[in-house]
């Protein structure tokens, strides 16, 4: 089975930190975008950030200079460094990949999402 799992949610007090952990599985050939995307309660899913197999970076203007985002294109995996967590911050973070599997061609996966729950 091709997919992508997300782990590091919580709960955390404005200013802090949280990484969250993707990891993709299945007859991945290779990985072409890697990324997270956000949806607050009521809202609509929306970019965080992405990473090419390049290590090329795109980022949500809300999240620059606070977030990072990182791969480890061997273990088929991403990160996303959450530093300086503001209550807005809180939703369901979403992995998703754009991946060639072997026999199907690219496909986009998405992850079950995990919760991240800033206080103020």
């Known amino acids: 089975q091709v997919q992508v799992v997300e782990s590091g949610g919580g709960l955390v007090q404005a200013g802090g930190s949280l990484r969250l952990s993707c990891a993709a599985s299945?007859?991945?050939?290779?990985?072409?975008?890697m990324g997270w995307y956000s949806q607050a309660p009521g809202k609509q899913r929306e970019l965080v950030a992405t990473?090419?197999?390049?290590?090329?970076?795109n980022y949500a203007d809300s999240v620059k200079g606070r977030f990072t985002i990182s791969r480890d294109n061997a273990k088929k995996m991403v990160y996303l460094q959450m530093n300086s967590l503001k209550p807005e911050d809180t939703a369901v973070y979403y992995c998703?990949?754009?991946?060639?599997?072997w026999g199907r061609g690219y496909l986009e996966l998405w992850g079950q999402g995990t919760l991240v729950t800033v206080s103020s």
């Open positions: 990473i090419r197999s390049d290590s090329s970076t």
């Open positions: 998703n990949a754009v991946a060639s599997v």
């Open positions: 299945g007859s991945i050939q290779s990985i072409a975008i």
